[in-house]
């Protein structure tokens, strides 16, 4: 799976654009995916072995887990998060 710090990236990548401006429907797409990705990112095997023939709810209820240990993440390592998001940021002001 890929590494958490280039999900992580391209979710606020996301933030920042929807920020700036409306973003288009594939892009939104993709925004929902990087944040799904990171919750998944942030679940054991277990857990997401358990996804598999669940509801929605049941499936969204173990996501939330994954949800939270994102949140967690981010207070336990502000100055990484402030370092990515003005990395991310560049990126979109350099590259379009």
């Known amino acids: 799976m890929a590494d958490l710090i280039t999900l992580v990236g ?4 996301c933030n920042i654009m929807a920020e700036q401006s409306p973003v288009s429907l594939r892009q939104a ?4 995916q990087s ?7 942030l679940l054991s095997a277990d857990e997401i072995s358990d996804l598999e023939g ?6 969204n209820r ?5 949800y939270r240990r994102f949140k967690t993440w981010e207070a ?3 100055d990484l998060v ?5 990395e991310e940021k560049q990126k979109l002001l350099f590259d379009g």
């Open 54 to 59: 669940l509801s929605l709810a049941e499936r």
């Open 10 to 13: 391209a979710l606020y990548a």
């Open 62 to 66: 173990i996501k939330l887990r994954g």
């Open 29 to 32: 797409y993709l925004c929902v």
């Open 76 to 78: 336990e390592n502000p």
């Open 35 to 41: 944040q799904e990705a990171v919750k998944l990112r």
């Open 82 to 86: 402030r370092q990515i998001r003005r």
